[in-house]
């Protein structure tokens, strides 16, 4: 059975190091540089370069090919359902996929309360159906469910009064 540790643990390192690839863009290029180096997976181009302020990674791993962004005010991973709606005032600063599965860190300026109420609503608008739902200050978590998808919202309270938002699109199991 292959060692499936390092493909899994990749997604997170990548995820976690996102926030300091944003604030600090030297040291975030090289921490990604070594998360690279440390999975053993090869590199893919790039289709097209990033721009300044963005790092893109690209790895083909056995699973299929997985992409990491980390930057500010990210444009949409392509492929990404229009029946998901984003609060308009968050900024996308991370994203990944693998396969269908889409992972994104976004940042709003609003506190957890309204950016939470306002997202839990836009998703029954758009046909979601909660399937859990924890409200535990200072995170708040929605998991719901659409046709054969599975979304995964958290929401966590910053110190500076905004909002941290991860969103996990993947296929619903069973």
Same mark, same amino acid.
């Given at each position: ?19 300091g ?8 290029r090289?921490?990604?540089?070594r ?11 790039? *289709? ?12 083909q791993t ?13 444009? =949409? ?42 997202f ?16 535990? *200050? ?11 998808? =599975? ?24």
């Amino acid at each position: 059975m292959a060692d499936r540790s390092t493909p899994m643990a990749l997604p997170l390192l990548l995820a976690l190091l996102a926030a300091g690839c944003v604030r600090d863009e030297p040291r975030g290029r090289d921490l990604l540089e070594r998360a690279i180096e440390a999975s053993g997976e090869p590199v893919a181009d790039v *289709a097209e370069p990033p721009s300044q302020d963005e790092n893109i990674v690209t790895l083909q791993t056995e699973d299929g090919l997985y992409t990491a962004t980390a930057g500010d005010d990210l444009p =949409l991973p392509p492929g990404f359902p229009g029946d998901i709606r984003l609060p308009a005032d968050a900024r996308v600063q991370a994203s990944t996929t693998r396969g269908t599965a889409i992972s994104l860190s976004l940042h709003s300026p609003r506190s957890a309360d309204p950016v939470f109420e306002g997202f839990r609503a836009a998703q029954r608008q758009a046909g979601w159906r909660e399937a859990e739902v924890i409200e535990q *200050a200072p995170v708040r978590s929605l998991g719901l469910r659409k046709d054969a998808r =599975l979304l995964e919202a958290t929401f966590t309270s910053e110190p500076d009064g905004g909002t941290a938002v991860s969103l996990t699109l993947r296929p619903a199991s069973g």
